[in-house]
């Protein structure tokens, strides 16, 4: 579809962006560039590609005896700047802390651009490389990377170094389109290296950002203020890896709960215990809309930057009956900044984005109530049983939810027999994003799902009677308190809706719980019915903590339950982990495999129920996945890196771990969807 100038202009605007045309003629630049990249220490990065456009954007701060208020965009063909295509001027204000964005657009369809910024001064950034979405009809594969969970104050980068080395000895017509970045660009909770002199865990504690207005909660800190925001994004931006891959490819970005809040949900943060935080969620989002090229709707759309609207921290008595508070400045808080969105790339692929922090309602098994359902010495996991009851709520067994939950022998009255069930998108966004699966006509529709809907499950109703303590009840544990674990009857009211239009090629694509893992998605398991309806991948963290070194460092070696979490091989050998054993395999597999180090002997306790949906599951891995989408097939490589603690000079990024991949083909209605490894290369953990 073409779209004139003039309506490029009033989008432009929309997203806080100024308009850069593309001329029919291209000529050598005539701009007197000298690169400085000190002038504009965040570097350059381009977002949310379109076939005719996309955004570019950096920032260029006053510095001692040099302040601009105007930068020059330049486009090119080439990375010389002998043929630009397209320019403009910019604005730069302190109001949005010195960061310009720009709309280039009457782009070619799936073609590499340049791009730079200079100053009146004559001093430039650094040359961004950014690249078009194919057009609608283009049948080619279509190759993507997606990445999540960077901790720059603990961790390095050095997964992106990997990604861009691989991907420059990569033929042109099979490198990487765009990176998806599925949330925790940033993590706003900070531990100053004086907080902790001993580290956290093993890792050394960087000192990238300071909060000039930040509170200070045991021994971490969080921002308050905009300000304190826009210093966070700042200090991970410094991130040379970070900013290598920025400026090669765009990105496409949506956030999870750290860009505001680590136990945030709508404005509200949790801290032993909710309280209204309306005007810390406007400062985040508009810190993430200033630091991030995207194509977001803000609330005033005609006004050519985010304009904070006016709240206060006021708690929330009101609910609809799907969890969203009603008081006023949540709703405008939380409505400041819509990210669900969807993009398209040529006929095979359509990128569905959903928001799953900011209308989703309270987690259920962080609310008061849910305190009496805690097992005690099972680490990190909760009762399945219990999660369900609780999430379904008075729409639980058919709108016949128990007066009480069985639970450690005595019956706990039901606290939410008569509310609503839970919502992880809300009802508004939840319409939208059905929609979007009913009428897209891409063969694949690859849902950017922030958090993973596969569960994660422990059999701990089968430990043998010697090994204690007691599970509390007859079902299975579950992980995953804040995922789409605990939003359970919304997650089986996609599901059901994706069967009966009979939709097929979904594949979600997953960050945050800092693991890899390929598995199908069903909404329920054995010794339920088991009916696979969507593919699902996740990626690992870029530098952040996972389970398993969680795990090493938390759980006592004397704990009875260790060794279905850590598995301990003889000798001075590293500790592998048994968690990826325990939920494939069984908890008995586990403890057979710590008893004996036999993996077959371990393998003839597995418990064939526990995890049909799960192919591939690593909670220690660090790196990047990357899709390759066909008209007929679906490829996900997981690429994986060691234990990211210090950054290497190294131009790949340093060793590999491993790299697997899966493949699946397209189903039909009357099918359900097969997952098969194809390639495996290095050493996989313990994982069979």
Same mark, same amino acid.
């Given at each position: 579809?073409?779209? @004139?100038?003039?309506?490029?202009?009033?989008?432009?605007? +929309?997203? #806080?962006? !100024?308009? $850069?045309? /593309?001329?029919?003629? =291209?000529?050598?630049?005539?701009?007197?560039?000298?690169?400085?990249?000190?002038?504009?220490?965040?570097?350059?990065?381009?977002?949310?590609?379109?076939?005719?456009?996309?955004?570019?954007?950096?920032?260029?701060?006053?510095?001692?005896?040099?302040?601009?208020?105007?930068?020059?965009?330049?486009?090119?063909?080439?990375?010389?700047?002998?043929?630009?295509?397209?320019?403009?001027?910019?604005?730069?204000?302190?109001?949005?802390?010195?960061?310009?964005?720009?709309?280039?657009?009457?782009?070619?369809?799936?073609?590499?651009?340049?791009?730079?910024?200079?100053?009146?001064?004559?001093?430039?950034?650094?040359?961004?490389?950014?690249?078009?979405?194919?057009?609608?009809?283009?049948?080619?594969?279509? @190759?993507?990377?997606?990445?999540?969970?960077?901790?720059? +104050?603990? #961790?390095? !980068?050095? $997964?992106? /170094?990997?990604?861009? =080395?691989?991907?420059?000895?990569?033929?042109?017509?099979?490198?990487?389109?765009?990176?998806?970045?599925?949330?925790?660009?940033?993590?706003?909770?900070?531990?100053?290296?004086?907080?902790?002199?001993?580290?956290?865990?093993?890792?050394?504690?960087?000192?990238?950002?300071?909060?000039?207005?930040?509170?200070?909660?045991?021994?971490?800190?969080?921002?308050?203020?905009?300000?304190?925001?826009?210093?966070?994004?700042?200090?991970?931006?410094?991130?040379?890896?970070?900013?290598?891959?920025?400026?090669?490819?765009?990105?496409?970005?949506?956030?999870?709960?750290?860009?505001?809040?680590?136990?945030?949900?709508?404005?509200?943060?949790?801290?032993?215990?909710?309280?209204?935080?309306?005007?810390?969620?406007?400062?985040?989002?508009?810190?993430?809309?200033?630091?991030?090229?995207?194509?977001?709707?803000?609330?005033?759309?005609?006004?050519?930057?985010?304009?904070?609207?006016?709240?206060?921290?006021?708690?929330?008595?009101?609910?609809?009956?799907?969890?969203?508070?009603?008081?006023?400045?949540?709703?405008?808080?939380?409505?400041?900044?819509?990210?669900?969105?969807?993009?398209?790339?040529?006929?095979?692929?359509?990128?569905?984005?959903?928001?799953?922090?900011?209308?989703?309602?309270?987690?259920?098994?962080?609310?008061?109530?849910?305190?009496?359902?805690?097992?005690?010495?099972?680490?990190?996991?909760?009762?399945?049983?219990?999660?369900?009851?609780?999430?379904?709520?008075?729409?639980?067994?058919?709108?016949?939810?128990?007066?009480?939950?069985?639970?450690?022998?005595?019956?706990?009255?039901?606290?939410?027999?008569?509310?609503?069930?839970?919502?992880?998108?809300?009802?508004?966004?939840?319409?939208?994003?059905?929609?979007?699966?009913?009428?897209?006509?891409?063969?694949?529709?690859?849902?950017?799902?922030?958090?993973?809907?596969?569960?994660?499950?422990?059999?701990?109703?089968?430990?043998?009677?010697?090994?204690?303590?007691?599970?509390?009840?007859?079902?299975?544990?579950?992980?995953?308190?804040?995922?789409?674990?605990?939003?359970?009857?919304?997650?089986?009211?996609?599901?059901?809706?994706?069967?009966?239009?009979?939709?097929?090629?979904?594949?979600?694509?997953?960050?945050?719980?800092?693991?890899?893992?390929?598995?199908?998605?069903?909404?329920?398991?054995?010794?339920?019915?088991?009916?696979?309806?969507?593919?699902?991948?996740?990626?690992?963290?870029?530098?952040?903590?996972?389970?398993?070194?969680?795990?090493?460092?938390?759980?006592?070696?004397?704990?009875?339950?260790?060794?279905?979490?850590?598995?301990?091989?003889?000798?001075?050998?590293?500790?592998?982990?048994?968690?990826?054993?325990?939920?494939?395999?069984?908890?008995?597999?586990?403890?057979?495999?710590?008893?004996?180090?036999?993996?077959?002997?371990?393998?003839?306790?597995?418990?064939?129920?526990?995890?049909?949906?799960?192919?591939?599951?690593?909670?220690?891995?660090?790196?990047?996945?990357?899709?390759?989408?066909?008209?007929?097939?679906?490829?996900?490589?997981?690429?994986?890196?060691?234990?990211?603690?210090?950054?290497?000079?190294?131009?790949?990024?340093?060793?590999?771990?491993?790299?697997?991949?899966?493949?699946?083909?397209?189903?039909?209605?009357?099918?359900?969807?097969?997952?098969?490894?194809?390639?495996?290369?290095?050493?996989?953990?313990?994982?069979?």
């Amino acid at each position: 579809m073409l779209i @004139s100038r003039r309506k490029f202009i009033e989008l432009a605007a +929309s997203f #806080g962006a !100024s308009l $850069a045309w /593309r001329s029919v003629f =291209s000529c050598p630049s005539e701009i007197p560039w000298h690169e400085r990249r000190d002038l504009f220490p965040q570097g350059v990065a381009s977002g949310d590609p379109h076939s005719n456009s996309v955004i570019l954007w950096t920032r260029r701060p006053p510095a001692a005896g040099s302040q601009t208020r105007e930068l020059v965009l330049e486009i090119a063909e080439d990375p010389a700047f002998r043929r630009v295509i397209a320019g403009t001027r910019s604005s730069l204000s302190a109001e949005s802390d010195w960061t310009s964005r720009v709309l280039a657009a009457g782009l070619k369809p799936r073609r590499v651009y340049w791009y730079r910024f200079t100053d009146e001064h004559g001093f430039g950034s650094r040359v961004g490389r950014t690249i078009t979405a194919p057009s609608p009809k283009d049948n080619r594969p279509v @190759s993507l990377a997606f990445v999540s969970c960077q901790k720059v +104050s603990m #961790g390095s !980068s050095t $997964a992106y /170094r990997r990604t861009i =080395s691989e991907d420059e000895q990569t033929a042109d017509q099979d490198q990487l389109g765009f990176v998806l970045h599925l949330g925790d660009f940033v993590y706003e909770v900070v531990w100053y290296p004086e907080d902790r002199p001993q580290g956290y865990y093993a890792r050394r504690l960087r000192d990238i950002v300071r909060y000039s207005h930040g509170e200070k909660i045991n021994d971490f800190h969080v921002p308050t203020t905009v300000d304190d925001y826009r210093a966070l994004y700042r200090g991970y931006l410094s991130d040379p890896d970070l900013q290598d891959a920025r400026a090669r490819w765009p990105f496409v970005c949506m956030w999870d709960n750290h860009e505001f809040s680590w136990k945030g949900w709508q404005s509200q943060q949790d801290f032993s215990g909710v309280r209204p935080a309306q005007t810390r969620k406007v400062a985040a989002n508009q810190a993430w809309f200033e630091y991030q090229p995207a194509r977001v709707v803000k609330s005033q759309p005609a006004i050519d930057r985010y304009e904070p609207p006016v709240v206060s921290d006021k708690p929330i008595f009101k609910y609809d009956d799907h969890g969203l508070g009603l008081e006023p400045g949540n709703l405008a808080a939380i409505n400041s900044l819509k990210l669900y969105r969807t993009l398209r790339w040529g006929r095979n692929v359509e990128l569905i984005l959903t928001d799953n922090r900011s209308f989703r309602s309270e987690p259920v098994m962080h609310r008061s109530g849910a305190a009496a359902f805690q097992p005690r010495q099972f680490p990190y996991v909760s009762s399945e049983n219990v999660v369900e009851v609780l999430d379904g709520g008075r729409a639980y067994n058919g709108g016949k939810p128990p007066d009480k939950i069985p639970f450690n022998g005595t019956d706990v009255p039901n606290p939410r027999r008569h509310s609503a069930p839970q919502s992880m998108l809300g009802i508004s966004q939840k319409a939208w994003f059905l929609e979007k699966l009913r009428w897209s006509s891409a063969r694949w529709k690859l849902w950017g799902n922030s958090v993973g809907m596969l569960d994660w499950r422990l059999d701990f109703q089968n430990l043998p009677s010697d090994v204690g303590p007691r599970w509390p009840d007859s079902g299975y544990a579950t992980f995953g308190l804040d995922d789409w674990s605990a939003y359970r009857h919304e997650r089986a009211e996609i599901l059901n809706f994706i069967r009966h239009q009979r939709i097929t090629g979904i594949a979600a694509i997953c960050g945050d719980r800092h693991a890899f893992e390929a598995g199908l998605v069903s909404s329920s398991l054995p010794p339920r019915t088991f009916e696979p309806l969507m593919v699902e991948f996740i990626t690992a963290s870029i530098s952040a903590p996972g389970l398993f070194e969680g795990a090493e460092y938390s759980i006592p070696k004397d704990h009875p339950l260790r060794s279905t979490y850590l598995y301990q091989p003889s000798g001075t050998a590293a500790l592998k982990p048994a968690i990826n054993f325990s939920l494939m395999h069984g908890v008995r597999a586990s403890l057979e495999l710590q008893k004996t180090g036999d993996l077959r002997r371990a393998l003839a306790q597995r418990n064939d129920q526990l995890a049909p949906h799960l192919s591939f599951l690593d909670v220690g891995a660090h790196g990047y996945s990357v899709v390759r989408a066909g008209s007929e097939t679906l490829e996900v490589e997981f690429v994986c890196i060691p234990r990211p603690l210090e950054r290497t000079d190294s131009k790949d990024g340093g060793p590999l771990a491993y790299r697997v991949t899966h493949r699946v083909k397209r189903w039909t209605p009357e099918t359900a969807p097969r997952l098969a490894r194809t390639r495996v290369e290095g050493n996989l953990p313990l994982v069979v």
